[in-house]
Structure formats: C-alpha cells, structure tokens
C-alpha cells in the first residue's frame, strides 16, 4: 500500500525481478493474479491484493504515483520464505571409521533456503558447542536461494565410537520446522583398561565361569594366563578353558575362562587375561571369591562399620542397665562427695571423694537405746548421724549440740582390712556408744582428763613425732576414739548405780 496527502490522478507497481509495470484501478478487473486494493484514488492510496505468491515474489516491490502531473515512487522488500534442502554431513576425511585422536573436521550444507536455515550439533541428545564454528551464509551462482554452512573440529575419543552424530535445521518453511541428519562415528580403539577385578560368587566344586566385560573395536583376541600357563582364547589346559569373546554390541565383549571343578587352591589364585587387537593391547588382572559382592564402603558404612556400632551400642546399654540396677539394689559400691573440712589440708594420696562402702567392710543393723537430753561439746563425727541444732553455750565460746530425747544407734565397729594395722586393737571391742551420746562428759577427745587419763585408750597410735594422716584415716580414728570415750563413761555409771 502506497500512500499521499493528496488524490492520485493514476498509479502502478513493479514486481521483483520484472521490468514489467501494471496499472492499478479500482474500476479495472485483476491481471496476471494483481488487483487494485484501498478506498480509492481520491483518498490518496494505492494498494495492491497478489492472489498467489510464488518465488518470482521475493525481492524489491516498486510504487510509483502520479500528483498533479508528477511522479513519485516507494519501495518495500518482500520475503517470500523458500524452504532449503534438508542438511547434509560431509566429513574430512571421508572414512567410514576412525582412529582414536583422529582430527575429524565435518560440515553442515543447506541449499536454496530463503532466509537460510539454522543449523546445530549434537552428538546423540548432547548439543556440541565446542569446536563449532561461526555460522555461514552465501548465494551460489544461479541458485534462487542461500546456502548455509555449519563447521565442527573434533578429536576422536574411544567413548564417541557407536554414537551418531546429528547436524539438525531449523527453518519456517519445513513442513515440520525442524530437518535432522545423522551419520554413526564408527572409532577403532585398543580394549580399554579396568581395575583389578574380582569375581564373587563362585562355588566349590562345581564348574564355574570367570568372566569380565572389556570394551573394544574391532574385536579383541583372547590370552588368559593361570600358574604362569598362557591359554588362548578357544583352547584347553587342564580344568581351564578360554572361550571366544562374546559381543554384547556397542563395542562390548565379555571374555570367559572356564574352570571345571573350583577349589580351594583356585580360589587363592591370581589370572591374568591379555586383549589384543590391531589398534593395541591391554592386559587385566582378576581375583576369584566364594563370597557375594561386598557393599562398597566408599559410598557409606560398611558390614564393618554397621557391626561394630551395634555391637557399642550394645555395650553401653547393657553398662546403662547393670549401673540402674546396682544403684536401686545396693549391690555395688558408688562414690560420693566428702563432708570433711579437712579440704586445704589435702596432701599427696587423698581425695575429696570417700567410699560408702568397702569390700571386708560389713556394718551390723544399729540399735538404738533411749538416753535423757544433756548438750555435749561438738566434735568431727559422722554427718548423717542425727538432726542437729547449735548455740552459744553461755559459759564457754565453743559451738554446742542440743539433742532432745534423741535415740542414739549402737554401732559395732568394722573390720577394714586396709587399715588393719590401725584397727587391730579396737575391732574386738564390745559395741560402744558414739560420742555424741548425752552421757558423753564433754571431754575434748584429745584431753588426758577423760578416759582414765590415758591418751593411748583413746586409740591414736603411740608417735614421737609429727605425721601427717590422711583424711579418710583420720577420721576413722576420731571416731574410734569417741566410740572408746562413751563406752568408758557407760562402764563407769554402771558400776556406779545402786539399785
């Protein structure tokens, strides 16, 4: 459509590629497929309906318009699509296999596309991008549309023999947008190497296949070796068979050695096995096991692993429930913290922690006798013994105990046969009274007024020097001598009663 400001006194359009004009009227039937398209001349517009495009289309359209005696002319491009050839792949050199590292060089064609199509590498479903050139377009000599080009490098590896290699175009006038090429990369390579390998699962006694699966092109030839005996490939030594490798396609061969009757001497064996073919050699070492597939550890824990957590986990329960039982039973003897003051005074070999209970010693069921209340001067004893209350006795500034009417326990003294040279003297005695008993005078302990003035009854050891006691004995000795003490002061009011 061609449009003025003013009314057009008459108008025509050129076609590309033809020299040809063709006048334009409302009022004039269609030519040659062409027809006056718009409101009218008076409106200033000249348009024109092309009834069917064909090639002859595509290119540069002319208007040309008639004012007032003078000429005017427009131009508009026109594209008419052109679907190209479908892709072609064309490789250098043109081979139907390959040598690993080859240097493979493959083009990519269209033809006569209008505009050119576009074009893309893949190497089965994996689009390629590396050594892809820059796309190319031109227009050869007498050839109506654009040819399009699309270069790839590559280096031929092992892993690209069987795959196909796929050059797709894409273009709006394919019936179904898209055309695909392929061509197969056929690669001869060596068989390729693996890692130790080891066969699991045999049984003893019977005939067994040891087979691994190797990749190869073409076709490898067999060696196995077994106690330094090379056997090849369809041949017999013994109980030991090599068979003819078996293709599993896709360059796949599984290479079987035959052993008849396993035994124990087998299973300790080492086996060689040599693959060779015209690209090369590869030579692989396999072990034999009666056992199933172990798990691979790599990946996780392992049998191991799993055992041995079991196993603690376990341990720990069980230590749980012997700890829960001892402690609600009584059977076992635990630690405890110390109520001795006697802290600062630690030296080498003492410890804030004393035993509730010792093996050899076993304390006897106390009895308790009722005594009147009287108060009796606080010494070191036993903590737990009784509820205690303490003032300021007036006459003195030394801490008192008051006990009410309290029933105190008879305790027989035990045996430790850790302390036995300390013990010896006093673990005959007849059951005594402890010091806090209200018939206690309230004699220091260490006084020689009570006790028949005697410091030995008291006890202590005979020393003509100083030492230094460790907590624990210490305070076994303190409470020895409280016990002789209120047995003392019984005796003595006994012999005394009258009656």
């Not at 796309?135 to 080009?149: A, I, M, N």
């Not at 009287?374 to 003195?396: E, G, I, L, Q």
């Amino acid at each position: 459509m061609c449009r003025v400001g003013r009314p057009i006194g008459f108008c025509t359009i050129t076609l590309p590629n033809r020299d040809q004009q063709v006048a334009l009227d409302p009022n004039t039937p269609p030519r040659d497929g062409l027809q006056y398209f718009g409101p009218g001349l008076q409106a200033g517009v000249c348009g024109v309906t092309v009834d069917r495009i064909t090639t002859a289309h595509n290119g540069q359209l002319k208007c040309s318009l008639f004012v007032d005696g003078v000429s005017a002319e427009g131009f508009i491009n026109m594209v008419v699509a052109v679907a190209p050839t479908s892709p072609k792949i064309e490789t250098v050199p043109e081979a139907q296999s390959f040598e690993v590292d080859t240097k493979l060089v493959a083009h990519c064609t269209t033809k006569n596309g209008n505009p050119g199509a576009v074009l893309t590498w893949y190497m089965e479903d994996e689009p390629i991008f590396q050594g892809v050139l820059a796309p190319q377009e031109f227009q050869e000599e007498d050839q109506p549309g654009v040819t399009s080009v699309l270069t790839l490098h590559r280096s031929i590896q092992a892993s690209d023999s069987g795959k196909r290699l796929f050059c797709e175009a894409k273009h709006i006038a394919y019936p179904e947008k898209v055309s695909k090429t392929s061509r197969q990369i056929i690669v001869n390579f060596a068989p390729q190497a693996l890692p130790e390998t080891t066969v699991h699962g045999l049984t003893l006694g019977r005939t067994v296949d040891v087979t691994i699966t190797i990749r190869s092109n073409p076709l490898p030839h067999a060696y196995w070796t077994v106690d330094g005996v090379e056997i090849e490939q369809g041949l017999e030594s013994g109980r030991y068979s090599a068979r003819i490798p078996e293709s599993l396609g896709n360059d796949m061969y599984n290479v079987t050695l035959t052993i008849a009757g396993l035994t124990l001497e087998d299973l300790s064996k080492t086996y060689f096995l040599r693959a060779v073919n015209r690209v090369g050699m590869q030579d692989y070492t396999v072990m034999l096991s009666s056992m199933q597939a172990e798990v691979d550890e790599s990946s996780g824990v392992g049998i191991g692993g799993i055992i041995g957590i079991v196993l603690a986990a376990l341990i720990v329960l069980t230590a749980v429930a012997l700890i829960i039982v001892a402690r609600a039973t009584g059977r076992w003897c635990f630690r405890e913290k110390s109520k001795s003051t006697f802290s600062s005074n630690r030296q080498i070999g003492e410890t804030d922690h004393t035993d509730t209970c010792t093996a050899g010693d076993h304390l006897l069921p106390a009895a308790t006798i009722e005594v009147p209340s009287t108060r009796s001067s606080s010494v070191n004893t036993s903590h737990a013994m009784f509820s205690t209350k303490t003032y300021n006795h007036p006459s003195n500034n030394y801490e008192t105990k008051l006990y009410n009417n309290s029933a105190l326990p008879i305790m027989l003294r035990p045996k430790n046969s850790r302390n036995a040279d300390l013990l010896q003297a006093s673990v005959q005695r007849n059951p005594q009274m402890s010091i806090n008993s209200s018939i206690y005078d309230g004699s220091s302990i260490y006084s020689t007024e009570s006790a028949g003035d005697d410091a030995n009854q008291l006890g202590l050891p005979q020393t003509n020097r100083n030492r230094w006691i460790p907590v624990q004995q210490r305070d076994l000795l303190e409470r020895q001598a409280n016990l002789l003490l209120a047995g003392a002061h019984i005796r003595r009011k006994k012999e005394t009663e009258i009656f």
